[in-house]
């Protein structure tokens, strides 16, 4: 099959993720939205070419992306394949999953979006997470690219590429850590009962860089789930 033609802009986000089902509705009515409305253009594989030797056209729009947006829901090995692609030549990516076990434990140090499809307008609290990331990365894209992987500068600026290289692993290490240290010490929160000082238990910690999945264990001694995405959700909507 011979492939469609189009120039590939510079300033375009490739969207991997699985194809069919809702995974087309999502990328349709949320994905693609966020994406333009960040002034920038979407691309996913299936948008512009027919089946062919799919890897060479995967590689084009990796190299010339950028921004990569990948959607790692279900554990799907060839959004995996792409996204290591993505890694390998610095490109930062924007992960994003509806259930945190399926991010492997090396990439959890990466900003992670992660959405409730059971929780009211999560689809536009999807579209706006993704906008401010794609604007916090056009800051600062090395924040969206693990350590391993960023280049060292070659001869007269080694030093100073080593270095930022260092202090990135460094960063890299500190979130890990942070991350273990919460998930050790939930059992020992004290959550409140009060209905009003749950909501601003949750908020507090929303605010400080927990992720709703942190919250839901911290809320799991009390409530059960349905009940813990409505205390979450009424947070939400009381104090932002």
């Known amino acids: 099959m011979e492939k469609k033609t189009q120039k590939i802009d510079k300033d375009t986000c490739f969207v991997i993720m699985p194809f069919g089902g809702w995974f087309d509705s999502y990328y349709k009515d949320i994905y693609k939205l966020a994406i333009e409305e960040s002034n920038m253009i979407p691309i996913r594989a299936d948008d512009l070419y027919r089946p062919s030797s799919?890897?060479?056209?995967?590689?084009?729009?990796?190299?010339?992306?950028?921004?990569?947006?990948?959607?790692?829901?279900?554990?799907?090995?060839?959004?995996?394949?792409?996204?290591?692609?993505?890694?390998?030549?610095?490109?930062?990516?924007?992960?994003?999953?509806?259930?945190?076990?399926?991010?492997?434990f090396d990439l959890r140090s990466l900003r992670i979006i992660e959405y409730n499809k059971n929780a009211p307008n999560w689809g536009t609290e999807l579209k706006e997470n993704i906008k401010l990331s794609i604007n916090e990365i056009l800051k600062h894209p090395l924040k969206a690219v693990p350590p391993t992987f960023v280049e060292i500068d070659p001869g007269e600026k080694l030093k100073a590429g080593t270095i930022k290289h260092e202090l990135l692993e460094i960063r890299n290490e500190i979130d890990n850590l942070k991350r273990y240290t919460k998930s050790e010490n939930i059992d020992k929160i004290d959550v409140p009962t009060d209905y009003n000082e749950v909501l601003k238990f949750i908020y507090n910690k929303l605010t400080n860089g927990e992720t709703e999945e942190a919250i839901h264990k911290y809320l799991s001694k009390r409530w059960e789930k349905e009940t813990r995405d409505q205390l979450i959700t009424q947070?939400?909507?009381?104090?932002n």
């Open 54 to 104: 799919i890897i060479d056209d995967i590689w084009d729009f990796t190299k010339s992306a950028k921004i990569i947006l990948a959607d790692l829901s279900t554990k799907n090995p060839n959004v995996f394949y792409e996204l290591g692609l993505a890694h390998s030549i610095t490109k930062p990516a924007i992960l994003l999953t509806s259930d945190i076990n399926d991010i492997p």
């Open 235 to 239: 947070s939400k909507d009381k104090y």
